[in-house]
């Protein structure tokens, strides 16, 4: 079955600090991946996605991610937070092209950011 | 504008008593999402419809049920039979197509306490 591990439960960091949030899946073929984030009282949003080509995929409000497929992971980075960073951030993946098939979600890794 | 929209905002039930939480949607997307999030577990899928008249079990369906009469509506029933499920309720929608890529879009959620 296919699955999504998300290596940190809770980061804490100091503005101006670079993030990197951890995501492996396990899922031999082609895959669609996201990172999703909740910030406090809002929607589930997305922060960027990969299909397919250049494997560094940028996202909104700076975010970029690095899809690295011998290693399975698609990873989070962040140069500088800001404390509006502060949030709950989920990995998913859609395995193949199968239209409107269900997304499998991380357990999510909260972000908390001090000014 | 274009969204989707989940009511209530917070609901509470009694045990035993089953309750219906509303998604609708405007973005004329052909499939829909209802995921339950509990702390530390991510984003749990309980069903999913790829077209009107036809869904499917997620990973937690027991204790649930779904119908998909209209393309932009999918309610979730919350069964006596389902032992704990007081939790946060998730609708989404994505178009479906293979060029969509599953991308998901959320709505804000139902907060169900079950006293």
């Known amino acids: 079955a296919q699955s999504v591990s998300q290596h940190n439960h809770h980061v804490i960091l100091s503005e101006a600090a670079s993030l990197e949030l951890g995501c492996n899946y396990s899922?031999?073929?082609?895959?669609?991946l996201f990172w999703y984030v909740q910030y406090p009282g809002q929607h589930l949003q997305l922060l960027l996605k990969?299909?397919?080509?250049?494997?560094l995929v940028k996202g909104i409000k700076g975010f970029e991610a690095e899809f690295i497929k011998s290693k399975f992971s698609f990873n989070l980075r962040k140069p500088s937070v800001q404390w509006s960073d502060t949030a709950e951030y989920f990995c998913?993946?859609?395995?193949?092209?199968?239209?409107?098939?269900?997304?499998?979600f991380g357990k999510g890794t909260t972000l908390s950011v001090s000014s | 504008d274009g969204g989707i929209t989940q009511s209530p905002k917070y609901l509470f039930r009694k045990e035993g008593q089953n309750v219906t939480l509303s998604c609708e949607q405007n973005?004329?997307?052909?499939?829909m999402y209802w995921y339950r999030q509990d702390p530390g577990q991510g984003l749990r899928l309980i069903y999913y419809?790829?077209?009107?008249?036809?869904?499917q079990k997620g990973d937690i369906a027991e204790g649930y049920s779904v119908s998909r009469e209209k393309k932009e509506s999918f309610p979730l029933t919350v069964t006596s039979a389902q032992k704990n499920p007081t939790a946060f309720y998730l609708c989404?929608?994505?178009?479906?197509?293979?060029?969509?890529?599953?991308?998901?879009?959320f709505g804000p959620g139902t907060r169900l306490t079950v006293l």
């Open positions: 419809s790829q077209i009107v008249n036809d869904f």
């Open positions: 990969y299909f397919s080509g250049d494997p």
């Open positions: 899922y031999g073929g082609t895959v669609n």
């Open positions: 989404a929608s994505s178009t479906g197509t293979y060029q969509s890529y599953n991308e998901q879009f």
């Open positions: 998913a993946v859609n395995a193949g092209h199968q239209a409107g098939t269900a997304l499998i």
């Open positions: 973005l004329n997307h052909d499939a």
